[in-house]
């Protein structure tokens, strides 16, 4: 016998299911989303990986192959901004607004944008792995670590996708939601391990750095895609794909209960 609590959680995940499939017809019946989710990140891919590979050398490895995490990390990152727009837009369009008069999970909403956004970026990710592959990007892992390591990617993805959720709930207007994410995090991207070695930073800023949840992220995907790593002391620095791992869980037990908690209440406050 089914009890109630059961159909409670089966009516939650049909929730679910049904606006994020809202949003997967959205990216099928608006190729232009897919087009420029995809050709600016295989430009940086060639940018980075060509024409600063032929320039920049690591230690013991090959930077085109360092970069590629950095560059996959800093994709993830924009699902911030991108994120915080679209939830801005459908509560100023009162979308959000008719959702809320619906007998339905208040989680629903953020859950179909979070996974619908996380959905573009895995077709990112295969431009760019294709990309990458043309210009000598070797993964050196196994089948099995690289399917780990884009795991791993796009949960950082996913977690970023719900920051911008909860921001997109905070700001005001599209403006400062496509530019508080820059001023926010930008700073963590470079002050980590996602474009260089940390080896040749001051003592007390290279630890820092390795400590930055953007150096676990990259470290890890360097580790399981058997590419040159930024080697450090530290435990983060020799752990990162644990470290990567807890980060991302304790973000997300942070922002999601804070994003489900600002839903209830934002459509009504724009």
């Known amino acids: 016998m089914t ?3 059961e159909l409670g959680i089966v009516t939650v995940i049909e929730d679910w299911r049904a606006l994020v499939w ?6 099928r019946r608006m190729p232009d989303k897919l087009i420029s989710a995809t050709v600016l990140p295989m430009v940086f891919v060639v940018l980075f990986g060509v ?9 013991n490895g090959d930077y085109r192959e360092f970069i590629m995490a950095g560059i ?7 699902a911030v901004p991108n994120t915080a727009i679209g939830m801005l837009e459908d509560l100023g369009n009162g979308l959000v607004d008719r959702f809320r008069s619906l007998p339905m999970s208040p989680s629903a909403v953020l859950v179909g944008r979070t996974v619908g956004d996380t959905a573009l970026r895995a077709v990112t990710c295969v431009a760019m792995t294709a990309v990458g592959l043309l210009i000598g990007w070797n993964i050196g892992g196994g089948v099995g670590a690289a399917l780990a390591g884009f795991g791993i990617l796009l949960l950082f ?4 996708a719900w920051v911008g959720a909860l921001l997109g709930m905070k700001v ?7 530019s508080m994410p820059s001023v926010l995090l930008m700073p963590l991207m470079f002050l980590s391990s996602a474009y260089i070695p940390l080896g040749g930073l001051p003592g007390w800023l290279r630890a820092i750095a390795e400590w930055n949840p953007i150096s676990a ?3 890890a995907l360097r580790e399981l895609w058997g590419n040159p790593v930024a080697a450090g002391d ?7 794909v644990p470290m990567a791992l807890a980060w991302l869980a304790l973000i997300l037990l942070l922002v999601v209960p804070a994003a489900v908690r600002n839903y209830r209440t934002a459509a009504a406050a724009k």
């Open 172 to 178: 005001r207007s599209p403006e400062a939601a496509a």
């Open 157 to 160: 993805g996913f977690t970023m």
């Open 217 to 219: 992220v990259a470290g």
């Open 72 to 78: 996959f990390t800093q994709v993830m990152i924009t």
């Open 51 to 59: 024409l600063f590979g032929s320039a920049i050398s690591i230690p």
């Open 3 to 5: 009890t109630r609590a």
């Open 234 to 240: 530290s435990f983060a620095a020799r752990n990162p």
């Open 22 to 27: 809202r949003h997967l017809l959205h990216l």
